[in-house]
């Protein structure tokens, strides 16, 4: 498993369709991926996605760590000792992700977004 960097931290929204509206509106441009299921956008190189689902507010954010290979990457974390939360799912467009809880409680999220460039932060 080699961590190439952050890649996505996801807000849990109660109502997706008003916090793509406002999100827009802070942000100053629309999603670049956009379903029922997750809306992204990708600002500066990262991504800020929304969900509707899960707990709003503090504890209801994740960051996403980018690994060349998510479903390596899970099996090394739990050798390591985590305990799987969310399974390795694919999310849309061959976008790879899944959850573990670390040894001490905390959230640890890894994705393969083979849409995520480098190049684009450089």
């Known amino acids: 498993?080699?961590?190439?960097?952050?890649?996505?931290?996801?807000?849990?929204?109660?109502?997706?369709?008003?916090?793509?509206?406002?999100?827009?509106?802070?942000?100053?441009?629309?999603?670049?991926?956009?379903?029922?299921?997750?809306?992204?956008?990708?600002?500066?190189?990262?991504?800020?996605?929304?969900?509707?689902?899960?707990q709003p507010g503090p504890g209801g954010t994740v960051a996403y760590w980018g690994v060349p290979d998510a479903a390596a990457a899970l099996r090394r974390l739990e050798s390591l000792g985590a305990a799987v939360r969310d399974p390795l799912q694919d999310v849309g467009e061959g976008i790879l992700t899944a959850t573990v809880a670390d040894p001490f409680g905390n959230v640890f999220g890894?994705?393969?977004?083979?849409?995520?460039s480098l190049a684009k932060v450089r």
């Not at 369709?17 to 942000?27: D, F, G, N, P, T």
Request: hydrophobic share 40%.
């Open 110 to 116: 890894v994705i393969e977004n083979p849409h995520f």
């Open 1 to 54: 498993m080699s961590i190439q960097g952050l890649r996505t931290v996801a807000y849990h929204v109660g109502d997706l369709a008003a916090a793509k509206a406002w999100y827009s509106r802070v942000l100053e441009r629309e999603p670049y991926f956009d379903q029922p299921f997750y809306v992204g956008y990708e600002v500066g190189g990262f991504e800020l996605g929304l969900v509707p689902d899960g």
